[in-house]
T-cell receptor, first 115, second 111 residues
Framework: ETGVTQSPTHLIKTRGQQVTLRCSSQ?????VSWYQQALGQGPQFIFQ???????GRGNFPPRFSGLQFPNYSSELNVNALELDDSALYLC??????????????FGPGTRLTVL | GNSVTQMEGPVTLSEEAFLTINCTYT??????LFWYVQYPGEGLQLLLK?????DKGSNKGFEATYRKETTSFHLEKGSVQVSDSAVYFC??????????FGAGTTVTVRA
């Protein structure tokens, strides 16, 4: 069983640029969640995708957007990058259903540096 | 809203010492509680969980008990090893779509 994978591993951008991060969910999972983990802090929820639609969103501006594809993989797009967007971006996949908690399995993350 | 507060680090211990990391939470409803661990250079891994009051989660010698009366979920291990050096995160899920994490506690175990 393949786990959650993310690409790229590291990325360096400059202010104002746009970036796309990618996530492949674990086999059998239909839901992808994205988190931002700034240095020395806990992960903060950005949004979740289920059935190719945004299923919930945290306190992030609209320049953070996403997509989910029919194979359940996902992209996180960030426009007009700011210095504070420098962080580790984590993707987590899960199998939604039943109303109870379904364990989220995390990928290794993408380290984004904005200069 | 939901939130988690955990003991600030860093924590430095000698091998075989006792480890406690405090975690308290604020949540609506009846949350599920978790401890995640992040080893150097690796992603987040679920260490243990508890889904209802008085449940005890345990794994790899770590334990935590869901205390509804004190809204706490403290992590303990009786005898730490160097390999336990990592960042530990307390988290909760409360009948919505996201995990809410604490700020993390860095633990370093010296031989």
């Amino acid at each position: 069983e393949t786990g959650v994978t993310q690409s790229p591993t590291h990325l360096i951008k400059t202010r104002g640029q746009q970036v796309t991060l990618r996530c492949s969910s674990q086999s059998g999972h239909n839901t992808v969640s994205w988190y931002q983990q700034a240095l020395g802090q806990g992960p903060q929820f950005i949004f979740q995708y289920y059935r190719e639609e945004e299923n919930g969103r945290g306190n992030f501006p609209p320049r953070f957007s996403g997509l989910q594809f029919p194979n359940y993989s996902s992209e996180l797009n960030v426009n007009a990058l700011e210095l504070d967007d420098s962080a580790l971006y984590l993707c987590a996949s899960s199998r939604t259903g039943g109303g109870s908690y379904n364990e989220q399995f995390f990928g290794p993350g993408t380290r984004l540096t904005v200069l | 809203g939901n939130s988690v507060t955990q003991m600030e680090g860093p924590v430095t211990l000698s091998e075989e010492a006792f480890l406690t990391i405090n975690c308290t939470y604020t949540a609506t409803g009846y949350p599920s509680l978790f401890w995640y661990v992040q080893y150097p250079g690796e992603g987040l891994q679920l260490l243990l969980k508890a889904t209802k009051a008085d449940d005890k989660g345990s794994n790899k010698g770590f334990e935590a008990t869901y205390r509804k009366e004190t809204t706490s979920f403290h992590l303990e291990k009786g005898s730490v090893q160097v390999s336990d050096s990592a960042v530990y995160f307390c988290a909760l899920w409360s009948n919505d779509y996201k995990l809410s994490f604490g700020a993390g506690t860095t633990v370093t175990v010296r031989a």
